[in-house]
Structures are given as C-alpha cells and as structure tokens.
C-alpha cells in the first residue's frame, strides 16, 4: 500500500471521528448544522486529536453519564456505554475509485443518502428514520455527494456504526459486514480493520463479541 493511501487512511480515521462527535452533540443538544467557526476548526486533526483517542475504534468501552461518580461502574447507564466499529475498503491497485461505481453500488445495496452528505443504512423505529450504520468517504471531509457522482473519485471508503443502535448488535454487524463485502466484491478494493490491517475471520468474531457487549453491557 502507498505511503499517500496509509495518509488518507489517518484522514479516514478523522472522519469517522468527526461524524460520531456531529453525531454525538446532535443528540445531546439538538443543534442543527456546524457553525463557520466549527468547521474552520474541525478540519485539523490535532485539534481534536484528544476525543478520537476518547472514542477508541472497535473496541468496547464504557464512558461514564454526567454527574455520576467514575468509582461508581453500576450507576452507568447503558445510554453511557458507546461502540464504534469500523472498517475500511482501500482500492487494491494503488488507483481512485470512481464515483460512479461507487454510487451505483449504493444504489444497489439500498443504502440512503443524507445526512452530513454520506450514506446510510436505515431503520424505522416508531416510524422515525434512525441510522444503523454509515458509509463515507476515506478522504476528508468524508462526503459521498451522488450529484458530483461524474466528477468524483476516492482511494477508499469508511464504513462505520455506532453500538447501540436501532438495530439489534448481530443483525446491524452482519448487515454492516455482508455490504462491505460485496462494495469489496464491486470496486475491487480490499477490506481492512480497524486496526487498518487486513481483515481476517479472527477479527471478525472479536469484533462481533465486542458487538454483542453493546447488548449486554457488563
């Protein structure tokens, strides 16, 4: 692999991390878009270098509610308990993926375009649209936009899912595993870990038993 590829692999790692932190202040204040401020700042990897470490990738984590006390592990709400599993798909031949490919892929793989500019799985609970897992591009700032589709190209693409989700664990990861499958089957790109490494069975349980903890949390 390239030395530019791995550099756009550390991009791809600032993505994941910029959308679950938009993500995150979403739901916890109900703030729409980023301000001109924010998103001057949030293009710099060290700015928010810190809160990526904070949210780990692929590995199970407990992250404890305001005004609780860190002594005090049952008082932890599963609320608090947040999992992010991730892989990456990185075009096998050193080339660029066209964005035609790639959103015809989408298309057939029913994944919906929308918010933050990337696509996603989708599940109605209560007949409100909620996502289980998204999909972006390795290169930041991550948009995936179908409109530039003839104009557009990328070395890879994220797919990653917040746990839990609308989705039970198992069903959102094998769902999330079988379409990053078929995108490597489709664009001729290998699949790699979290760990950006390639991916292997073994990996795959581990990750699915760190699914399952999102489920049951110790």
Same mark, same amino acid.
């Given at each position: 692999?390239?030395?530019?590829?791995? !550099?756009? %692999?550390?991009?791809?790692?600032?993505?994941?991390?910029?959308?679950?932190?938009?993500?995150?202040?979403?739901?916890?204040?109900?703030?729409?878009?980023? #301000?001109?401020? $924010?998103?001057?700042?949030?293009?710099?990897?060290?700015?928010?270098?810190?809160?990526? $470490? +904070?949210?780990?990738?692929?590995? !199970?984590?407990?992250?404890?509610?305001?005004?609780?006390? $860190?002594? !005090?592990?049952?008082?932890?709400? @599963? +609320?608090?308990?947040?999992?992010?599993?991730?892989?990456?798909?990185?075009?096998?031949? /050193? !080339?660029?993926?066209?964005?035609?490919?790639?959103?015809?892929?989408? &298309? *057939?793989?029913?994944?919906?375009?929308?918010?933050?500019?990337?696509?996603?799985?989708?599940?109605?609970?209560?007949?409100?649209?909620?996502?289980?897992? #998204?999909? *972006?591009?390795?290169?930041?700032?991550?948009?995936?936009?179908?409109?530039?589709?003839?104009?557009?190209?990328?070395?890879?693409?994220?797919?990653?899912? /917040?746990?839990?989700?609308? +989705?039970?664990?198992?069903?959102?990861?094998?769902?999330?595993?079988?379409?990053?499958?078929?995108?490597? +089957?489709? %664009?001729?790109? $290998?699949?790699? &870990?979290?760990?950006? @490494?390639?991916?292997? &069975?073994?990996?795959?349980?581990?990750? %699915?038993? &760190?699914?399952?903890?999102? *489920? /049951?949390?110790?």
């Amino acid at each position: 692999m390239s030395a530019m590829q791995w !550099a756009l %692999l550390v991009a791809g790692l600032a993505v994941v991390g910029l959308v679950y932190w938009y993500s995150r202040r979403d739901l916890g204040d109900g703030a729409g878009g980023p #301000s001109e401020e $924010d998103r001057g700042q949030i293009g710099l990897w060290d700015t928010f270098g810190d809160q990526f $470490d +904070e949210f780990g990738v692929g590995k !199970a984590r407990t992250r404890s509610a305001p005004g609780l006390d $860190d002594d !005090a592990p049952d008082a932890v709400s @599963e +609320e608090a308990k947040q999992q992010l599993i991730v892989f990456y798909l990185v075009e096998r031949e /050193n !080339a660029f993926i066209p964005g035609t490919h790639i959103h015809q892929s989408m &298309d *057939a793989l029913k994944m919906q375009f929308g918010h933050r500019h990337i696509y996603h799985r989708i599940k109605e609970v209560g007949g409100v649209p909620q996502e289980v897992f #998204s999909i *972006a591009s390795i290169a930041k700032p991550g948009y995936l936009d179908p409109q530039e589709a003839e104009s557009f190209s990328t070395p890879g693409l994220v797919v990653f899912m /917040n746990l839990p989700g609308p +989705e039970h664990p198992e069903v959102a990861f094998d769902d999330m595993l079988r379409t990053t499958r078929k995108l490597s +089957e489709w %664009l001729k790109a $290998d699949i790699l &870990d979290d760990r950006r @490494e390639p991916l292997t &069975d073994e990996r795959v349980e581990a990750l %699915l038993r &760190d699914a399952r903890l999102s *489920a /049951n949390p110790r």
